[in-house]
């Protein structure tokens, strides 16, 4: 049993990858019409724009952290953030991360704009062919939580 928690947690116990579990649940979302495309759109348009934080505290009527909104700019920010971990050096990653003041940090401390960064993300977020499905997904959380209550 590993140390890590949630998402995580569980896609690294099964050996599977993280970056899987992005791309589905947006997309079960979408396919359950729980979230409009438009919504999906807009909910990318606060990442990496924001710091820290939960965005859909202050623009989601509910107010509340575990709303779909919240719930999706963070796994689409844990996305986003992995990307660059894979395409850069930590250090760069961690630097823009700790001294980042706003948007133009970016290209500070990548080279790239913000902008150009969620193309090639998405891009490569487009491109990834996922092993698993949703049923998978939730079939493998509950077995992990009900092994590691």
């Known amino acids: 049993m590993n140390d890590e928690i949630g ?3 569980f896609c690294k116990e099964l050996g599977w990858d993280i970056q899987e579990f992005y791309k589905i649940i947006p997309e079960e979302y979408a396919r359950t019409r729980q979230m409009s ?3 999906l759109v807009e909910i990318i348009g606060f990442i990496g724009t924001e710091g820290i934080g ?3 505290a202050k623009y989601d009527t509910s107010k509340a952290l575990n709303s779909p909104k919240s719930t ?3 796994e689409y920010s844990a996305s986003f ?3 660059l971990m894979e395409q850069y050096e930590t250090e760069q990653v961690v630097n823009l991360i700790r001294m980042g003041e706003d948007e133009s940090a970016y290209t500070e401390y990548l080279g ?3 902008e150009d960064l969620k193309k090639d993300w998405l891009s490569y977020m ?3 062919e996922p092993v698993h499905d949703f049923q998978d997904f939730e079939h493998a959380i509950q077995e992990f939580y009900a092994k590691n209550p």
């Open 7 to 9: 998402a995580t947690g």
């Open 112 to 114: 790239k704009s913000l």
């Open 37 to 39: 495309e438009a919504e």
């Open 126 to 128: 487009e491109a990834l």
């Open 54 to 56: 939960y965005p859909y």
């Open 81 to 83: 953030v992995r990307y």
């Open 72 to 74: 999706l700019w963070y």
